[in-house]
T-cell receptor, first 114, second 115 residues
Framework: DVKVTQSSRYLVKRTGEKVFLECVQD?????MFWYRQDPGLGLRLIYF???????EKGDIPEGYSVSREKKERFSLILESASTNQTSMYLC?????????????FGSGTRLTVV | AQTVTQSQPEMSVQEAETVTLSCTYD???????LFWYKQPPSRQMILVIR??????QNATENRFSVNFQKAAKSFSLKISDSQLGDTAMYFC????????????FGTGTRLQVFP
């Protein structure tokens, strides 16, 4: 089975800190995604990447950046954490574009910014 | 832009009964995929079922089946013989067939199965 591993399950950071959320997948998937999940809003796409060093903005990229230096690793960066970035962050991967396989998700990182 | 609407924030069902979760979507595309994902309290999102829009036949996976009405843009999930382990958030999602694999999610339905 494909595994998508998010390095932290819970994280507490202070306002203004630079925060790194790490995600690693182990089955050579081409595409990787970062979503945030908020009650009543569902999942919203922050950024995605369909190749190493490639990235595309999703629907809510403001305040975030990403890095994909290796195929298996996709990092989400909060340049200066703010309280409105307190949320659940979900990483996902998919095999190939255009095949409609759906995603494999990580277990999520619940980030609290104080 | 595509949108996905789940109009039932919460639902409950008794064990062994059948429950249907609603999902509607809006798109001008003709080729796309639809998904139902389950998120139990453990938070791990699990793919429940997948439907290709060009297939008229409704997808089925064991106790889970969908009612796909393409003209009405409706994609409901039926869970038969509900089990306590079905307690979870359920998300409907849309993917356009094309250059990216972006999934657009609904806001979710929280399902509680009672003994």
């Amino acid at each position: 089975d494909v595994k998508v591993t998010q390095s932290s399950r819970y994280l507490v950071k202070r306002t203004g800190e630079k925060v790194f959320l790490e995600c690693v997948q182990d089955m050579d998937h081409e595409n990787m995604f970062w979503y945030r999940q908020d009650p009543g809003l569902g999942l919203r796409l922050i950024y995605f990447s369909y190749d190493v060093k490639m990235k595309e903005k999703g629907d809510i990229p403001e305040g975030y950046s990403v890095s994909r230096e290796k195929k298996e690793r996709f990092s989400l960066i909060l340049e200066s954490a703010s309280t409105n970035q307190t949320s659940m962050y979900l990483c996902a991967s998919s095999l190939l574009i255009g095949q409609g396989y759906g995603y494999t998700f990580g277990s999520g990182t619940r980030l609290t910014v104080v | 832009a595509q949108t996905v609407t789940q109009s039932q924030p919460e639902m409950s069902v008794q064990e062994a009964e059948t429950v249907t979760l609603s999902c509607t979507y809006d798109t001008s595309e003709n080729n796309y995929y639809l998904f139902w994902y389950k998120q139990p309290p453990s938070r791990q999102m699990i793919l429940v079922i997948r439907q290709e829009a060009y297939k008229q036949q409704n997808a089925t996976e064991n106790r889970f089946s969908v009612n796909f009405q393409k003209a009405a843009k409706s994609f409901s999930l039926k869970i038969s013989d509900s089990q306590l382990g079905d307690t979870a958030m359920y998300f409907c999602a849309f993917m356009k067939l094309g250059a990216t694999d972006k999934l657009i999610f609904g806001t979710g339905t929280r399902l509680q199965v009672f003994p």
